[in-house]
C-alpha cells in the first residue's frame, strides 16, 4: 500500500528559489521606473509665461563667459537663431536696433543664442547684420531645451524679477513691436 | 605686289616661330614627365567627408543621417567636416565637437556611459533570456510521453475507488 501513496504520486511541479523571482521583480520595477523617469523628464512642459526662469549659462563667440545671474533686476532678451534661418534674418537689424536704444539705459541685456549653427557662419550671420549684442552657441542645445523651443526665431523677455514675461515665437515684425515689449518691464 | 610678299613672308616667319615654341614648351612638358591636369577637387573630398557625416544625424531634421540630409543646415554642417577634416581633424575628434556642439543626439552611436548603457546591455540580456525560455519550451516538448503520462493521473492514488480510499485513509492514520 505505500507503493500506491509514494511511487504513483505526481511529482511536485519545479519552484524558482524565491531569490530569483524577487531579482527578476526588482529589475522589472527598475526597468518601468526608469522608463516613467523618462517620460516625466520628456513630458515636463516648458518654461510658461510666469515661471522663474533658471539660470542660464553661456560662452560668447568671443569667448566672454555669461550667467544670467549676474543680471538680476534687469530686463533679460534671449534670442534664439541660426544663420540658416531665414525668419532670423528679418529681425536681426531689428533686435540690433532694439539693443542700441536700450543699451546707454543700463536696464536690458540683450542675449543672441546660436541654435544647432556652424561658428563660422555664425560669426558670418553676425557680421553681415551688424548685431553686435554678446552672441554665442547654445552648447549642446541646453538652454533652447529648457525652453522647448519650436524652431528659430524664438525670443523670451525675462522681466527684472527673473520671471518669463513675453515669449515671441517667429521674427518680431518692426523694432517699435520690441520696444513695446520691453518698455513697460522697465518700468516695474 | 612687292608688299603682299613682304605680308606673306612675315605671317610665315610668325607662324613658324609659333609653331616651334609650342613644339618645345610641349617637349619640355613630355620630358619633365607631368601629368595630365584635371580638374580641381574640393580638399577633402566629398567622400571623406560623407565617412564621418554618415556616423552623425541630422540635429533639426528628424532621424537622417548627415550625409543624405538635403537642408541647407546640413550642408553647412558638411562643410565644417571639411574644414575639420582639413585641419587634421581625426573622426572621433570631430564627433566629439558635434556631441559638445549640438548634444549626443547627433552621434549615430550613443556614446558609452550612463544611462546610454542599457542600449547595448539589455538587448543581449533580452535576447540571452528568450533563447533560454525557448529551449527550455522546446526541452519540455520533446520529452518522451511516458515521462509526461503520470502528471496526467489524477492527485489520488485511488481512481475513485472508495474502498481504496478508506484504506489509504486508515493507513494515514495508523501513521
Given amino acids: 500500500m505505500d507503493n500506491l501513496t509514494t511511487e504513483n504520486a505526481p511529482a511536485a511541479p519545479r519552484r524558482l528559489h524565491p531569490a530569483v523571482i524577487l531579482t527578476a521583480f526588482a529589475l522589472l520595477l527598475g526597468f518601468l521606473a526608469l522608463i516613467a523617469w523618462g517620460l516625466n523628464r520628456s513630458m515636463s512642459g516648458p518654461i510658461r509665461t510666469g515661471d522663474t526662469v533658471p539660470a542660464i549659462q553661456l560662452v560668447t ?93 524664438e525670443t523670451y523677455v525675462i522681466d527684472t524679477q527673473g520671471k518669463l514675461a513675453y515669449a515671441q515665437i517667429g521674427p518680431f515684425e518692426s523694432t517699435a513691436q520690441i520696444v513695446s515689449i520691453i518698455q513697460p518691464l522697465i518700468r516695474k | 605686289m612687292e608688299l603682299q610678299n613682304a605680308m606673306s613672308r612675315t605671317i610665315r616667319t610668325g607662324l613658324l616661330i609659333t609653331l616651334a615654341a609650342l613644339a618645345l614648351g610641349l617637349g619640355a612638358l613630355l620630358a619633365s614627365g607631368a601629368k595630365p591636369v584635371l580638374a580641381q577637387q574640393p580638399t577633402p573630398s566629398d567622400n571623406e567627408v560623407n565617412r564621418v557625416a554618415k556616423q552623425l544625424y541630422c540635429p533639426v531634421c528628424e ?50 556611459r550612463g544611462l546610454n548603457w542599457l542600449v547595448y546591455i539589455l538587448p543581449p540580456v533580452f535576447f540571452l533570456g528568450g533563447a533560454l525560455i525557448l529551449y527550455s519550451v522546446l526541452r519540455k516538448m520533446r520529452a518522451p510521453v511516458g515521462q509526461a503520462a503520470p502528471a496526467a493521473q489524477p492527485q489520488t492514488p485511488d481512481n475513485g475507488d472508495p474502498y481504496l480510499r478508506r484504506v489509504e485513509e486508515e493507513l494515514k492514520n495508523k501513521d
Fill in chain 1, 61 to 153: 563667440f568671443d569667448g566672454k563667459m555669461i550667467n544670467t545671474q549676474d543680471y538680476a533686476g534687469k530686463v533679460i532678451v534671449l534670442n534664439f537663431w541660426a544663420s540658416w534661418c531665414k525668419p532670423c534674418e528679418q529681425e536681426a537689424a531689428e533686435l540690433e536696433e532694439a539693443f542700441q536704444i536700450f543699451k546707454d539705459s543700463g536696464d536690458v541685456v540683450f542675449l543672441g543664442l546660436a541654435y544647432v549653427d556652424t561658428e563660422p557662419k555664425s560669426l558670418e550671420y553676425l557680421q553681415k547684420f551688424g548685431v553686435t549684442y554678446p552672441n554665442g552657441p547654445d552648447l549642446r542645445t541646453t538652454v533652447s531645451q529648457m525652453f522647448r523651443i519650436r524652431g528659430v526665431p
Fill in chain 2, 63 to 112: 532621424n537622417i543621417p548627415l550625409d543624405v540630409c538635403p537642408t541647407q543646415a546640413c550642408a553647412e554642417w558638411r562643410e565644417l567636416i571639411r574644414l575639420k577634416i582639413a585641419d587634421g581633424w581625426s573622426d572621433e575628434q570631430i564627433k566629439d565637437y558635434f556631441a559638445l556642439q549640438y548634444g549626443d543626439r547627433v552621434l549615430a552611436e550613443p556614446p558609452r
